[in-house]
């Protein structure tokens, strides 16, 4: 069987031919509709999706153009097009990707949080490098309090021992008065 659409070989031209006498759903036309639109790169598609008709100063076919080109928008042909030949998730997922005029937005507020979540991953790394660091400062305080501790509780020893030397020499020493006594008593 042929199809109506046998000689049309763009995706604009199926457009305008759809634009001038509707779109044919015989299965042999929407066949050939979704080999048109296949054979179609992706970028001539965006750009039959966002024409509504407007041209930049530059007399350019713009979406956010301010200028009435004169020509007839393809936008709403090319979605009707589109809807009637693929699925409603690719359709959506075409229009959220190269039409939704929030997609510019969306698509800066991906690499803004792209670069703050890298921003957070370098922070977030030089926290875990701060905090090993700081680990490992806090490791080696408590070896040198540890240290002095010891080193505390040696000089005290030693003090304690001083102080019971020193006693023992003042005993010897009353001993050795109390001898010298003595004995100038018995001379």
Known sequence: MSSKYDNIGTAAELVSEVQLHGLSLAQED?????????HTSIEELARLANDIGRD???????PKGSRSSGRRATQSTFYSILSSIWHWEEVTRFWNTHTNPEHE???ELRAKLRA???????????LEEQRVSTDAEHKSL???RAKRIEQSDKIESMKAEIHDRDMTIMELKAKLYD?????KEVV
Do not use: W, Y
Request: proline residues 3%; aromatic residues 2%.
């Open 105 to 107: 937005q969306v698509e």
């Open 142 to 144: 408590l070896a040198e």
């Open 179 to 183: 001898l010298l006594v003595e004995r």
């Open 116 to 126: 703050e979540m890298a921003e957070h991953s370098n922070t977030k790394k030089a």
């Open 56 to 62: 930049n100063e530059k007399g350019e076919p713009d």
């Open 30 to 38: 929407i066949c050939r509709a979704q080999d048109i639109f296949g």
